[in-house]
């Protein structure tokens, strides 16, 4: 017997059936739903246009904080912790491509704490993984759930429910709704979110919340695989400024990629530095291409605020703009992005004293806001 199968991409398939095989993938289907063999949506923005207002916040959180991710020291727990938080009732596993030996880092979450153990039976998944290695997965690049998974793979020579028995049952997930994207033919990222049978069934809504997330997954590996060491990519020039004993970030398309760990408190100092145009002074600004994905690596030339003592005096900004010297020193630390409530505490003073020399400040430089601040003291 065949039966004809439409892949995600919408090419047909004939493939004959193993009856045993077909019955257990059948009993399977009848307790938890059959899932879509192929999605409504042709690109991932159609998708988003359906999730609800919830769905939406926490699609922007997602890509915010991942944007964010390389400011962190650990960019792949960031990654997966602001994959945990998209959607809370799952659990969640994380991890880039998939080499014949399995994968090379995993994060998953197990009751709602994201961790870095092995799964039960990981050492099996190379064996029982229903996708290819290579783009020839008939559901590359989009979400897909067990049922359409197995019944595409029903005549393979590996049984498509094994993967049901060994990992998913024993690590309490047998509900399975994943998406494997392909960079170059090659697998780049996998990301799937699982339920134990107790819990409610994936629908057309978590699919497309999971599509949702392809454009900012996407970007993330793409940074990942050239600043990364292996195994997140090809390059060490992540961890080579990490060494640096100078804040050092990397700029691309005027949004900061990666900061090393002192160059962070210079993150909001140099989107405003980038904003108003790159004005002469800041910093040095390199041009490099990592794995050909061009960067600019920025190299601020402003001695760390920090470094200096809390009441040393910033007589440049006193003379320029008749600033008192308390004015002067609470302007010269905002303009490194920190707070009010971290400037104020770190100077010594009141919130409301600090909020009280900050209208000030605003006033004699004639600006409104932080950012604006920022951009004028660094334009000189």
């Not at 490099?288 to 900004?317: K, M, N, Q, W």
Request: with cysteine; hydrophobic share 40%.
């Amino acid at each position: 017997m065949q039966i004809e199968l439409a892949c995600a991409r919408g090419a047909t398939v004939m493939a004959p059936l193993d009856p045993s095989a077909s019955r257990r993938v059948e009993a399977y289907a009848k307790e938890y739903g059959e899932g879509p063999e192929h999605l409504p949506w042709s690109a991932p923005r159609e998708a988003a246009r359906t999730l609800s207002a919830a769905q939406r916040k926490a699609l922007a959180r997602f890509g915010a904080r991942i944007e964010r991710a390389w400011l962190t020291g650990d960019p792949a727990r960031a990654l997966a912790t602001a994959f945990a938080e998209v959607d809370p009732s799952s659990r969640i596993a994380v991890y880039p491509g998939a080499p014949p030996g399995g994968p090379r880092w995993v994060f998953q979450s197990v009751g709602g704490e994201l961790t870095s153990r092995p799964i039960l039976h990981q050492e099996k998944l190379p064996a029982l993984r229903l996708y290819s290695l290579k783009g020839s997965d008939p559901f590359a690049d989009v979400p897909v759930t067990n049922v359409p998974i197995m019944r595409a793979n029903v005549n393979a020579q590996a049984d498509p429910t094994a993967h049901l028995e060994t990992l998913l049952i024993p690590n309490r997930a047998i509900q399975q709704l994943r998406m494997v994207t392909y960079d170059e033919q090659e697998i780049s990222l996998y990301a799937g979110f699982y339920r134990d049978s107790t819990e409610a069934r994936f629908d057309l809504a978590d699919h497309a919340l999971l599509f949702s997330l392809r454009p900012a997954l996407t970007r993330w590996h793409r940074v990942a695989k050239a600043l990364g060491p292996s195994p997140l990519g090809d390059s060490a020039l992540a961890a080579a400024l990490e060494a640096f004993d100078r804040p050092a970030l990397l700029v691309r398309n005027r949004a900061v990629l990666f900061a090393n760990r002192l160059g962070v408190e210079w993150y909001a100092a140099t989107r405003a530095w980038l904003q108003a145009g790159q004005p002469g002074g800041f910093a040095e600004a390199t041009p490099l291409c990592p794995g050909g994905f061009s960067v600019e690596l920025i190299l601020p030339h402003v001695v760390a605020p920090s470094t200096r003592p809390a009441d040393a005096p910033a007589p440049d900004l006193s003379q320029r703009y008749g600033l008192t010297p308390t004015e002067a020193r609470l302007a010269l630390r905002l303009s490194t992005g920190a707070s009010l409530r971290d400037v104020a505490t770190e100077l010594g003073m009141s919130y409301e004293t600090a909020r009280t020399h900050l209208k000030r400040i605003y006033e004699k430089l004639g600006v409104r806001r932080q950012n604006e601040l920022v951009a004028k003291i660094l334009r000189g």
